[in-house]
């Protein structure tokens, strides 16, 4: 069993700052890509940015030179910095994590629950 949990989602104003969380646990061997998405209502689920365990990012263009992603291999953790923001970043945040649970298993996706980020005046 594999479990993501997100944290940090909440309400903030044109402008602010969030940080958002995403813990891995469970029956974990190794992590290879892990990423944020969101999806608004009435809109499809979009990446927004995609970290590798080398450590190389990927970004959606709307939010390119505001967040950044990170993550922290020893605590199977990925991160999302998002500065500057707008109402149009409201949406729920999904983390994705291919996780592969031994060495006998294949990377399989991952997804968390889910945490609500609004921009708001």
């Known amino acids: 069993q594999v479990q993501l949990v997100e944290s940090g989602g909440g309400l903030v104003q044109p402008g602010g700052s969030l940080r958002l969380s995403c813990a891995a646990s469970?029956?974990?061997?190794?992590?290879?890509?892990m990423g944020w998405y969101r999806q608004a209502p009435g809109k499809q689920r979009e990446l927004v940015a995609a970290?590798?365990?080398?450590?190389?990012?990927n970004y959606t263009d709307s939010v390119k030179g505001r967040f950044t992603i990170s993550r922290d291999n020893a605590k199977n953790t990925v991160y999302l910095q998002m500065n500057r923001l707008k109402p149009e970043d409201t949406a729920v945040y999904y983390c994705?994590?291919?996780?592969?649970?031994?060495?006998?298993?294949?990377?399989?996706?991952?997804w968390g629950q889910g945490t609500q980020v609004t921009v708001s005046s």
């Open positions: 994705k994590a291919e996780i592969r649970m031994s060495v006998s298993y294949s990377y399989d996706g991952y």
């Open positions: 469970g029956s974990i061997f190794s992590i290879n890509t």
């Open positions: 970290i590798t365990s080398g450590g190389s990012t």
